[in-house]
């Protein structure tokens, strides 16, 4: 089984929005940082852990992702917010729980709008792992 953010990554990719630049998992390129004229996600890991104990022993496992989009600056092909309701559309469809949604921050330094999802899924796992 992949990570959860590799998992969350493929999905995002897979999907091929066409106003999305890139994506990348864990941690943003030095390069990348300051750059305002693609469209990036960023998806890092917010949930790792063991659910639904029985018997001593636990028959579940819940991971979770955060997933920030950062937005160019450049006129999008599409509103932020229907970029955003697309987003959250691939994960519940995939059967992703939306657990928060952050509000839209516009940085200072670069005008530069970003959002941010909280997204979690219960895994069953299988007798013998």
Known sequence: M???IV???????????SWLDSVYSGSMPEEIE??????IVLVTEWLNEPTRYANQSFKGWTIGVQVQTFFKLKEQP???I???IAI?????DNG????????????PDTNQWSQSF??????NLKEGI
Do not use: C, G, R, Y
């Not at 998992?7 to 929005?17: H, L, Q, V, Y």
């Not at 959250?88 to 519940?92: D, G, H």
């Open 88 to 92: 959250a559309k691939l994960f519940k």
């Open 78 to 80: 599409i509103s932020l």
């Open 118 to 123: 909280l997204f979690s899924k219960n895994i």
């Open 2 to 4: 992949d990570m959860p």
């Open 82 to 84: 229907d970029a955003e």
């Open 7 to 17: 998992t969350a990554k493929k999905m995002i990719e897979n999907k091929k929005f």
């Open 96 to 107: 992703w729980q939306i657990d928060d949604s952050k509000t839209n921050i516009k940085d």
């Open 34 to 39: 300051d750059n305002v004229d693609k469209t």
